[in-house]
């Protein structure tokens, strides 16, 4: 039993692996390659030697314009609900947090974020020995 749990475990924790090392490829893709349109015709050129017409296109400048961010002028959102978030959690009682925690632990695993999970398993021994102070 104990083994296969770990094997489990191991495969869960790979396949995260290689979920964020698609994801940091993919961010670097849309970041350093697709987001300058001369880097991404060398790079499209290095991949498709043969298909030089393409390299005239248009089509790299309208992509860099779509994947480059835009400057917001206010506080970005997330900013705004991590401000939002907290003030929730700083208007709750001890009992009410305690809850919203284990909650949290059920909505980071379900998103396959048991790393997060564990996160809040320290939390929540750090505040039962600031209780038990």
């Not at 917001?72 to 003030?87: E, V, W």
Request: glycine residues 4%; aromatic residues 8%.
């Amino acid at each position: 039993m104990w083994g296969s749990l770990s094997r489990a475990r191991r495969r869960e924790n790979a396949d995260r692996e290689r979920r964020r090392q698609e994801l940091c490829y993919l961010e670097f893709l849309r970041d350093e390659i697709f987001a300058k349109p001369d880097i991404a015709r060398m790079y499209w050129h290095t991949r498709h030697p043969r298909d030089l017409q393409v390299l005239h296109s248009t089509d790299f400048g309208a992509i860099a314009d779509v994947l480059r961010p835009t400057k917001s002028i206010g506080p970005s959102t997330d900013d705004t609900l991590a401000d939002l978030i907290r003030d929730f959690f700083d208007g709750l009682s001890e009992d009410d947090r305690a809850h919203l925690v284990r909650n949290l632990d059920v909505v980071f695993r379900s998103f396959e974020r048991s790393d997060l999970a564990g996160q809040l398993d320290a939390l929540e021994i750090g505040q039962s020995q600031k209780a038990e102070a």
